[in-house]
Structures are given as structure tokens and as C-alpha cells.
């Protein structure tokens, strides 16, 4: 252990508060509390070996830390989970960062609101519904409220300059109040029946949607009372298949723990009026913590996301400072909110379902992860590397004949995706393909930069035979990189000479590996490949689609480069500048009357 860590460890008092540590950059790596701080680091920093394999891990990157203290373990407690709200450290305990929880959002003060997926809570007084464990739970959510409720989802600027209903109009998806006459007041009933849906008041719906059927039969209004008939079947469907699992009627969330190595799987079932509406897992990291503190550290951050509480939190273990989260759900939701574990009766047989359900997710993620690393271990025998291929990067280059050159780097770590660690590139100054530049230029970028924010991989995967293997060789050796990670190029079979499988190419030999013995590793590879290439293609798409729509401009004389890049600043976006107005041009430097009308006449036509 360094002198000058334990040094500071000797001064710390034995206090309640927060400490912190932080690696070689500086960066916060790990935040932790303690009823008292000497004690706590006393057990990182004053014993000289460590059995815990995960703790001898992290010491070994802590270059320095700080501590917090506070007047009592509450307060540490509460300051722990702002600050890893605050810095999201490495080896925490981490709800996966919103971008990759999707959740729904409705804000009831628009006249005509939409429900849509986004990515983050803002604090603009809509409602939120989540986070969902999976673009696809979400995804399937929104198909039922779109056929049952007929919602748009379109965003604001699209809604306010649409000419004609779209596409989920004509599939009888959205009432299409963009082009339609569609009462606002009954759109809200509308809006205010999903919210309840969302709410697993599935069946408070059905009745009212009933009462409406019946009221517009009474009228003679057939079409209507037949539209409410479809809705009150499909909302039928979906209560079926919801379990009624508590006979007081009442909202929970039951969650269970299911914990192996460095793997956790954190199971919540969602109980709305006594119905199992849900069962979604949370893969989380264990960090460095233990079995409670994992609960513990994921229902703060869980609780801090989502907007709808229930009555009660039901858990299969007991928790530090249960008390505090209790009093803290109480007072967001406005009423008291109780987090317990059940010990006997209904309630328990309700958590030992979320326990098996959680160590059956826990399985499935095991396999996978077993399977994951035999390949990454495949890939290491193969290309026979003196360490194991934790990290895998691979860069694909994207253009159509010549235009919007891109790259993609993607990263697989310990065989699988870790889209956090994805990059995209804009190809510079290139008018024209040239591999070998671009390889140059993406590669140069990506490793000026590995000092200040990311670590080299294990293995550069190449798409491309020999002539692609060579040309990354050769810019790793101007770059002074070669030798400090393996290379290897990956190559398509050519089914016209008979090959059944793709090449392997590797720096110093002519001939392609033999992986008929490695198929696992063949295939991890294949996937880095493929997932590179299609990310790639995808940002040179959009890169392309945007070029596109920006040449609006291109036909309008008086609008260059400078007048182009200051409308769009100004507008941020062609759908703001359709709805500008003449006068809010003509407040711009260098646009005249009838060079506002030509570039609104302009956009507009583009639009319809």
C-alpha cells in the first residue's frame, strides 16, 4: 500500500460520512458511506493482503481518496446516493444509465398530448412511466395504447406543420388531431384512459370505456360504440393473461435479489390492484458491494427514476436505512409508502416468487455469459495471445461513392456488446475513397485519446483480408503502437472457391488460420464484424439522410455555406423554420423580405 494512502487513512477521524476514491486521472472510480470512516477504510487500507479477489482489485487503481463527513448515518446515506447520482463511479452498484431504460412520457398540458418514448425524466411537469427493462417491453406497451387509445406519437414540431394525417392514421393508430377536427376534450378522455392503463387500472378502463359503448349505442352513434367494443376486447385480452395475485386489491412492488460471482439479477414483480401486470429483471453489476448493499444501492436509484409509487415495497432481505428510502417514497408519492420484508402469509409467497423468478434469470444469464467467455477464450487459443481478449474493438469505415464518410468503432467487452464504449466518426477532408486515409485518420483519433479517456483493447479486429490487415499495421506502426495489443483481419468466405467459412488473418503469416477447432471464437468475431459494419452504415444513413434534407437550400440563390449554417443555428432544425415567419427571418443579418418569403416558399414545398 502506498505510504502517502495511509498516511491519509490515519487521519481520518471515526465519523459518519462519505468517502470516495479515485484513480491515476483523478476520476471517482468508487463512492462508499460508513457509520465510521476510520473503520471502514481501515479495512481497505490497514490490512496488508486481501482474500477478496474484487477488493484487491480495486485498491489496485486507487491512487487517492476523500472523504465527507456528516452528522449522522442518514445523512451519509442520503449524500452517498446523490453523489453516485452525481458521478455514476465505475465499480458501483449502477442502474444502467437512462439512455439504455427506456421509459414513457405524456404531458397533460398540452391541448392535444402525445405519449412518446424518451430516454430521460426532464423537470417539466409531464408524466412518466418506467423505466422498462427492454426497448422491447416498451416498445409493446405503446403498440397496445396506440391500438386500444389511438394516441399520436409524433413530436411537436411534426404535429404542428403536418399537411395530411400520416402513416398510423391510415392503420387506424391515432385519431389524427394534426390534420382532423378531433374534439379536444374528448381526446383528453382519450389521454387520461392510458394514463390509467399505465397505472395497472386496467379494469377501472373497461368500465368506463363500457359506459361509453352503451351511451353511444343509446345515440344511435354505431361507429363509436363500435370502436369502444374493440377497445373494451383488446383491453380484455390483456387482463387476462394479468394473475391476480393479492386479494386486497392493492399496489406493490416485490422484489428479489439473485446474486453468483460477479454477476446479480434484480427481479421486480408489479402488482397494480392486486393483478401481476409485469415481471421485469435488472441485470446490475455487483461492484464491490454486498448482497443488501446491492439491493439497497439499486431501489434508491430505481426509486429516484420512475414517477409512479405503489403502497408498498415488498423485499426478500432486509436493508440498511430501510426506514430512510421508506420516508423518502412516502414523501415524493404524498402519502405513506411502507418497505418491509414479509415474513409469513400472502406477502411472502409473493417475494418467494420473485426469488425463483430471479435465480431462473440469474441461470439464463450465467449461460450466456459461460458461452461468452468460452469464446473469448476460443479467440485467445486461436490467435494464440499471451492475455485474454477482455477488450475487442473494431472499426469499419461507411460511404456512398465517396460521400459522408464515416467509421464506427465498437466494443465487445469480455464477449459481448458494450455499446457505452461505441464511438462514431465523421471521415475529414476525404473527396474521395481512400481506405487507407481513412484507416489513418479514425485510428490516429481514436488512440491520441486513449491516455485521457479510454484503455487500448486487447485485440484490433480488422474488416478485410490481407491488404486491410496490412494497412492497420502499418498506421499502428506510425502511430508507435505496434506490438502493444494483437491485430487480426477478418475476411468473407469467397463461396466461389468453395470456402464455407470466413478467413482469419494475422500479422507475419500469408495463409488464413485454421478455426475449424474454434468455432466459438470464429463466430465472436463474426458478430464484432457485422455489429461494426452495421453500425457504421447506420450513422452514414443518417449522415446522408441529413445532407439530403439540408440541400433545400442548394436551390435558393442568396442562401450559401454562412446563411445556410446561421438558419439552422437560428432554428435548429428545417420542421422550427417551416413554421418561422417572414419577420422572424428578416430579423437575421442579411436576409432580405423576398429572400424570407423564397426560403420559407422553399422549405415548405420540400415538406408537403
Not at 480495486?58 to 447520482?85: C, G, P, Q, Y
Not at 465523421?426 to 483519433?445: C, F, K, N
Not at 461494426?532 to 452514414?540: E, I, K, L, N, S
Request: charged residues 30%; glycine residues 4%.
Amino acid at each position: 500500500m502506498r505510504a502517502d494512502l495511509t498516511q491519509k487513512y490515519h487521519q481520518t477521524p471515526h465519523a459518519p460520512g462519505v468517502y470516495l476514491m479515485k484513480d491515476a486521472r483523478k476520476k471517482i472510480i468508487y463512492v462508499g458511506k460508513a457509520k465510521d470512516l476510520k473503520k471502514r477504510l481501515g479495512s481497505y487500507f490497514a490490512r496488508q493482503d486481501h482474500t477478496d479477489g474484487k477488493t484487491a482489485a480495486l485498491l489496485a487503481m486507487v491512487r487517492d481518496f476523500d472523504v465527507i463527513i456528516t452528522a449522522s448515518d442518514h445523512e451519509a446515506f442520503i449524500l452517498e446516493s446523490n453523489l453516485i447520482k452525481e458521478y455514476r463511479p465505475r465499480y458501483n452498484v449502477l442502474l444502467k444509465d437512462g439512455k439504455n431504460y427506456p421509459l414513457l412520457r405524456i404531458d397533460m398540458n398540452e391541448p392535444f398530448p402525445a405519449i412518446q418514448r424518451v430516454r430521460r425524466i426532464q423537470n417539466d411537469q409531464a408524466l412518466y412511466f418506467g423505466p422498462y427493462s427492454s426497448s422491447r417491453s416498451v416498445n409493446q406497451t405503446l403498440g397496445q395504447i396506440q391500438k386500444i387509445f389511438k394516441l399520436r406519437k409524433c413530436r411537436n414540431t411534426q404535429f404542428k406543420n403536418r399537411s395530411r394525417p400520416c402513416l398510423n392514421y391510415q392503420i387506424n393508430a391515432c385519431l389524427g388531431p394534426c390534420c382532423l377536427k378531433v374534439d379536444e376534450q374528448e381526446y383528453k378522455q382519450h389521454v387520461k384512459d392510458a394514463v390509467l392503463f399505465l397505472k395497472g387500472r386496467s379494469g377501472q378502463v373497461i368500465q368506463k370505456l363500457k359506459a361509453q359503448m352503451q351511451a353511444h349505442a343509446h345515440a344511435l352513434e354505431f361507429e363509436k360504440a363500435a370502436q369502444k367494443r374493440d377497445a373494451v376486447t383488446a383491453m380484455t385480452h390483456i387482463l387476462e393473461k394479468q394473475v391476480v395475485v393479492a386479494a386486497d386489491l392493492k399496489d406493490r412492488d416485490v422484489l428479489a435479489l439473485a446474486v453468483e460471482k460477479e454477476m446479480a439479477v434484480i427481479t421486480m414483480m408489479i402488482v397494480r390492484s392486486g393483478r401481476l401486470i409485469d415481471t421485469v429483471h435488472y441485470p446490475v453489476d455487483p461492484g464491490f458491494k454486498e448482497s443488501h448493499e446491492i439491493l439497497r444501492a439499486f431501489l434508491w436509484q430505481y426509486y429516484d427514476v420512475t414517477r409512479f409509487l405503489p403502497d408498498a415495497v415488498l423485499l426478500d432481505r432486509e436493508i440498511e436505512n430501510m426506514d430512510v428510502l421508506a420516508s423518502r417514497l412516502s414523501e415524493q408519492k404524498h402519502r405513506k409508502v411502507t418497505v418491509h420484508v414479509p415474513m409469513r402469509g400472502e406477502k411472502r409467497r409473493l417475494v418467494e416468487m420473485a426469488d425463483v423468478n430471479a435465480a431462473r434469470e440469474l441461470e439464463k444469464l450465467r449461460i450466456k455469459t459461460e458461452a461468452a467467455q468460452s469464446a473469448v477464450t476460443q479467440v485467445q487459443a486461436l490467435l494464440k495471445m499471451d492475455r485474454m481478449p477482455d477488450r475487442i474493438e473494431c472499426f469499419d469505415n461507411s460511404h456512398l461513392a465517396g460521400q459522408d464518410p464515416v467509421s464506427s468503432m465498437v466494443v465487445f467487452t469480455r464477449g459481448r456488446p458494450d455499446k457505452n464504449a461505441y464511438r462514431r466518426y465523421i471521415l475529414r477532408d476525404m473527396d474521395r475513397p481512400d481506405d487507407y486515409a481513412g484507416m489513418t485518420q479514425v485510428l490516429t483519433r481514436r488512440f491520441l485519446k486513449t491516455e485521457k479517456e479510454m484503455d487500448f483493447p486487447d485485440l484490433l479486429v480488422v474488416d478485410g483480408g490481407k491488404g486491410q490487415l496490412g494497412m492497420a499495421v502499418a498506421v499502428l506502426k506510425e502511430l508507435n503502437l505496434a506490438g502493444r495489443f494483437a491485430v487480426a483481419g477478418l475476411a468473407k468466405k469467397d463461396e466461389a472457391k468453395g470456402e464455407d467459412m470466413d478467413k482469419i488473418y494475422v500479422p507475419g503469416r500469408s495463409n488464413p488460420l485454421n478455426t475449424a477447432s474454434f468455432k466459438q471464437g470464429l463466430f465472436l468475431l463474426q458478430q464484432v464484424r457485422d455489429e461494426a459494419h452495421r453500425f457504421a452504415v447506420t450513422f452514414q444513413r443518417k449522415r446522408r439522410k441529413k445532407r439530403s434534407r439540408l440541400s433545400v437550400f442548394d436551390a435558393i440563390p442568396g442562401v450559401g455555406p454562412k446563411r445556410k449554417k446561421l438558419l439552422l443555428q437560428q432554428f435548429k432544425g428545417l420542421e422550427n423554420l417551416k413554421a418561422a415567419s417572414v419577420d422572424e427571418l428578416t430579423s437575421l443579418p442579411g436576409i432580405t423580405e423576398k429572400l424570407a418569403e423564397q426560403i420559407l416558399a422553399r422549405v415548405k414545398a420540400e415538406g408537403s
